[in-house]
């Protein structure tokens, strides 16, 4: 059985997978967080995205 890897194919959509939970769990995203995602590497979006999962705050993501 093959397994399809679930994992984003590129930067601008990890982004965009990141910013919609972001979103909806914390509110609209100040202009510091727009602008770390914006100049983030797929390695940091992929730890982003795992701190998001346990995180209180915006501040404890980043």
Same mark, same amino acid.
């Given at each position: 059985?093959?397994?399809?890897?679930?994992?984003?194919? &590129?930067?601008?959509?990890?982004?965009? !997978?990141?910013?919609?939970?972001?979103?909806?769990? %914390?509110?609209?995203?100040? @202009?510091? $967080?727009?602008?770390?995602? &914006?100049?983030?590497?797929?390695?940091? !979006?992929?730890?982003?995205?795992?701190?998001?999962? %346990?995180?209180?705050?915006? @501040?404890? $993501?980043?």
């Amino acid at each position: 059985m093959l397994m399809h890897d679930s994992r984003p194919q &590129n930067s601008e959509e990890a982004k965009h !997978l990141l910013r919609r939970p972001r979103t909806r769990r %914390f509110g609209p995203l100040p @202009e510091w $967080v727009e602008a770390k995602l &914006n100049q983030a590497s797929t390695a940091m !979006l992929e730890s982003w995205a795992e701190r998001l999962l %346990f995180a209180e705050n915006l @501040e404890s $993501v980043f």
